[in-house]
């Protein structure tokens, strides 16, 4: 039995080019990383906007065991089955209750060990309508931890300070908080004295000749003009951001966390 868990989480997979990009370097990566499972954010797969069932079955045959989500989990209805069907596809906890969906799973590796995963979306500049990520997320995380001493949060938020917050809040419970949303990787992973890794944002898994996933003309204009414009998901420049963590899959504790950062070219 391996003492260590590898676990590899992409950053917001965005729109047609960051499912290709997966397409291509998913398995090649699990491969080089040697992770022991995967784990992708994928709220923007569809366009910049949602997931359906038919890129979750593909992110899933790319090497995506779990599937994380975030303020755009329910922009397709075609996923809502599929929310409540599938236990290793997350939306955020702390959504109202009566939503479709779950918010926190335990899946199990092939060689039987288990990973417990949370999801969960900030309040701050965001949707402070929202229940306290920080009480539900504390309180999921016990509850995991009677099955599992490894658990991984995504917590998809606006504001860098709420993310780091909830990561001390939580330190020595949880192995990782992994930041999503802003779709900027960050240069600031590390692992706090309790033993939780940390870093602000995973990043995009899409173009990076783009602002923020979208085309930079659209988004230009939005600001020059201040009147509504479609935005429309660029295809310009792929990129992969993802972070490895290191677990001791005895106490939970992280050993280590790795940004990577790779420019595609298409093969």
């Known amino acids: 039995m391996k003492s260590r868990m590898r676990i590899l989480f992409i950053g917001d997979i965005f729109g047609s080019i960051g499912r290709r990009v997966l397409a291509e370097r998913l398995g090649p990566l699990i491969e080089q990383q040697a992770a022991d499972v995967c784990i992708a954010n994928a709220e923007n797969a569809a366009g910049g906007w949602g997931c359906t069932v038919n890129i979750l079955k593909k992110l899933r045959k790319y090497g995506v065991q779990v599937v994380t989500g975030g303020n755009h989990s329910f922009a397709n209805k075609d996923i809502l089955p599929a929310l409540d069907a599938d236990p290793a596809l997350l939306r955020p906890l ?11 799973t335990v899946y199990s590796l092939v060689d039987g060990r288990k990973l417990g995963i949370v999801n969960l979306q900030g309040r701050t500049f965001f949707n402070e309508a929202l229940d306290c990520p920080f009480r539900l997320g504390s309180a999921a995380i016990e509850q995991l931890r009677k099955q599992t001493p490894v658990i991984i949060v995504d917590f998809h938020a606006e504001a860098s300070s709420e993310k780091c917050a909830f990561a001390q809040y939580v330190d020595g419970t949880a192995s990782a908080v992994l930041g999503t949303h802003t779709h900027v990787q960050t240069a600031d992973e590390r692992i ?15 173009p990076e000749r783009s602002v923020i996933g979208m085309k930079t003309e659209t988004i230009l204009r939005r600001f020059l003009l201040q009147t509504p414009v479609r935005f429309e998901p660029s295809d310009d420049g792929p990129m992969l951001n993802a972070v490895t963590v290191d677990v001791d899959d005895q106490t939970g504790k992280a050993n280590a966390i790795t940004r990577i950062f790779e420019r595609v070219r298409f093969s």
């Open 94 to 104: 702390n959504l109202p209750p009566g939503n479709a969906g779950i918010g926190s």
């Open 192 to 206: 706090f004295p309790g033993g939780t890794a940390f870093i602000t944002d995973v990043g995009m898994t899409g």
